[in-house]
Every structure is written in C-alpha cells, then in structure tokens.
C-alpha cells in the first residue's frame, strides 16, 4: 500500500472482480459498523465504542477476543468510519526495523493533514523492545493504534502501552450471530441449506465465524447447490475449541477443573476435565494438578485421595491416551465426592507467615544430636524425652522455640477421616497435660 495515496484506502472487499478468489471469509468481511454482527456490549446504541467511532474521537484501543471475532474487520470498518488511512501490520512477521519506516511515513502523513491506523494482528507476539518502538508515535499522535490480540492484554501488552490504550474485550460469537452470517454466504455461495444445518456448523464453529465460514465453503465444494448432511459432517473434522496450552484459557480451564473438584460436583469436574482433554492438553499436567487438589483440598479427611491421585498419574504414565484418559476421570470423580479439608493447607500458610515475622531461634537444645562428647557437655541434647520410653508414647516436652512455645497452628475439621485425627489430636494434648 502507497502511504501516500490521495484516495481513501482500499480496503478488501471494495473489488468485485477480486472477491470470488479469496476465502469465503474475506469475502464476507462487512464494510459498514451496521452490518457488523455481534459485540453489541461495545458496540450497541451508546455504547463506548459505538460513540467514539460515531464522534470521530478514536484513540488508541487493544481490541481482545477469542480467534474469529471480528477483531480484523472491526479494525478496518473503523478506518473506513474515520477516513483513515489502514495500514495492517503483522506481529509475526514484522520487527523494529520495519515498525520505525511505518512510523516514520505515518508521521509525514499526520504533517500532511491525514491520520493513520495502523493495526497490529496478534500484538502480543511483540517483545517489550518491539511495543516500545510504538509509544512515542501514540504519544504523538502519528498513528491511532489498534492492537488485535487472542491473549490477556494485562499479561502480554506492556503497562506503558496498557496505560495508552483502551482495551475492549470482544467475546465469542453466539449460535445465533454465526448462523446469521453463514445465511448471509448462502448467496455468495449459490447454495440453498436448512436453518438446522446452518446451526450446526454454528455450533461446531464454537464461536469462530471465520472457523465457520472454511466449514460452509468446504461443504459448498461438495454440494450441488443444497447443501446436506453428508456434506456438513465430512467438512467437520472436529469441533474447535478453544485453547492455547500457554496462554489464559488454559488456566481459565484448570481453574474450573479445580474450583468443581473442591466444590464436590463431579458432573462439573468431569465437563472441564474432557474439555481439556478434547483440546489436546498434555495427560500428565492434568494429572499433576490433580495431585495438588487431593493434597490441598481434601489432604487428611481422606488420605487416600493422594494414593489415587498418584496412581492415576502412573495410570497416564503406563497407558497414555485415550485409555489413560478414563484414569483421570475416576480419579476427578473420587476428588469430587471425598470430603474436602484445606486443615493442612492452612496451617502451612499461617507457620510461613510466623517464620518469616518473628526471629529464627537456635534449635532448642533438647532436640539437638550429641554425637560427640564435647556436644554432650555443651548441652545438646539435655532434657530429651524418648517417646518410647513414656507412657502411651507421648512425652511432654516443649518442642517449639521459646518465643512459639505453646502455639498451634493445624485445626482438623469434623470431616472424614480428620475427624478421628481431630479427637486423636484432643486426646494427645490433654495426655500432654496431666500432672
């Protein structure tokens, strides 16, 4: 693209004799904010983003959204509102070197008269030396950025850019909206469907348009005209979900996992398990936090939970997926229904707290070794009571530094197997206790 055209940008779409060579999906891209389908949170009557476009006030935003939102051709259908020149710029391909030549023409174009978006698709593949290179220029005013990422924008975008830009978070597509633009294709295409077919590659598209046009334009290719069945289930390899093994949705998802396990739904646990496992996520991470959960949610009022937690671990380990897979949702179920103590959990949160506000006292000296005679002599080891050499086994000695002598930090609770450990543990003290 010439920056320095005096015609409006041509933006993808506006050729006719072009558009039957690209995908469906850019083809269908819509030029106008009324012929947008979806996102009516921002850009609904009133709505933020609906009045700076409409007032002609853009500044620069991070548009931030799962795959196949709109998020390009929102960017495009703003520079075409605005008249502005759009320059697309890809994260993936483009460097400092290539950021400082666009910013530099950008900046002969605003002394000229005439503003600049320049779109970033998948911003947050930028390191911070490359986001950097952007903020004298959206300081300036040289350019409106507008960032496009599938990523949190809190964890991947720099704050100095985060505090420059408004951030707006678009949200997956409903049936609803996807089958609405596939209906829109129908003519492009020359194809007559069924509204329940069109609901059904919505439904496997999961939100993604683009994701549901390549469907529609695979079934067409087999269709003669109408589209069927039989064609709509061979283009549909399988449904697409989203997921990135490093990015939000991957923890969003073990958050879900985890919070179902400690609130003792195991239909829940099972769903976010087998969403995971559908998304391809690595057997044995799963089978990790797993482990963590029978260890911080359920610890002692079922001490088994750990036993086959660590077995289903083994289980993955020696079968692999699928079979290993039925290991892990046995396991879920098991730590779903077993009764729930974060006792232990706690405790070692409260002691690390007390460790690091008060002073590190030398070991008493009753619970030191005297290996040598010179150590005998110094005191260590004065005072030990052997338990085994009292009576039930429980000795009475202090066996905290004196600043902490007396303190107790672990409260069983009335649950499960605690319970026993709780009385255990009164019966214990008040043994402790006796003149």
Excluded at 315 to 337: K, M, N, R, T
């Amino acid at each position: 693209m010439n920056l320095f055209d005096t015609d409006p940008p041509k933006l993808p779409g506006r050729q006719p004799e072009e558009r039957g060579k690209r995908p469906l999906a850019d083809r269908m891209r819509p030029e106008r904010l009324e012929d947008y389908i979806g996102q009516e949170h921002i850009l609904g009557p009133g709505k933020p983003l609906r009045r700076q476009i409409e007032s002609d006030e853009m500044g620069s935003v991070i548009l931030w959204g799962p795959p196949g939102t709109g998020k390009t051709t929102l960017a495009r259908i703003i520079a075409r509102a605005t008249h502005c020149e759009f320059i697309p710029f890809s994260a993936v391909l483009s460097g400092i070197k290539e950021i400082k030549a666009v910013m530099a023409d950008a900046e002969r174009l605003r002394r000229s008269g005439r503003r600049t978006i320049l779109f970033v698709d998948e911003i947050h593949r930028f390191n911070k030396a490359q986001q950097d290179a952007f903020l004298p220029y959206v300081e300036s005013g040289d350019i409106i950025l507008i960032g496009a990422t599938t990523e949190n924008p809190s964890f991947e975008i720099i704050s100095a850019l985060l505090s420059r830009s408004r951030v707006y978070a678009l949200r997956s597509l409903s049936t609803e909206e996807v089958a609405a633009l596939l209906k829109r294709a129908l003519p492009v295409l020359g194809l007559q469907a069924p509204d329940d077919l069109l609901e059904q590659i919505a439904i496997y598209s999961n939100g993604d348009a683009r994701q549901a046009y390549n469907t529609l334009e695979a079934a067409a290719a087999a269709s003669s005209g109408e589209l069927t069945a039989e064609t709509v289930q061979d283009a549909i390899s399988r449904k697409v979900l989203l997921y990135d093994k490093g990015g939000e949705e991957h923890f969003n998802l073990i958050s879900a996992l985890h919070k179902s396990v400690r609130s003792s739904d195991p239909d829940a646990a099972l769903y976010w398990l087998s969403r995971m496992l559908e998304a391809g996520e690595d057997r044995l991470y799963i089978a990790r936090r797993l482990i963590r959960m029978s260890i911080e949610d359920i610890s002692l009022a079922d001490p088994r939970a750990l036993e086959q937690a660590v077995a289903a671990m083994q289980a993955v380990h020696f079968l692999g997926a699928p079979e290993g897979d039925l290991a892990l949702a046995q396991v879920a179920i098991y730590l779903s229904v077993a009764p729930k103590s974060d006792a232990a959990y706690r405790a070692m949160g409260a002691i690390k707290q007390d460790v690091e506000r008060t002073v590190a006292e030398p070991t008493p000296m009753n619970l030191r070794n005297a290996p040598t005679r010179a150590m005998k002599e110094w005191g260590y080891g004065a005072g030990y009571q052997h338990a085994h050499e009292v009576e039930d086994a429980i000795p009475d000695m202090e066996c905290l530094p004196p600043s902490l002598a007396g303190r107790r930090w672990y409260y069983p609770t009335d649950r499960g197997i605690e319970k026993r450990i709780r009385e255990r543990l009164a019966e214990i003290r008040s043994k402790k206790n006796r003149e």
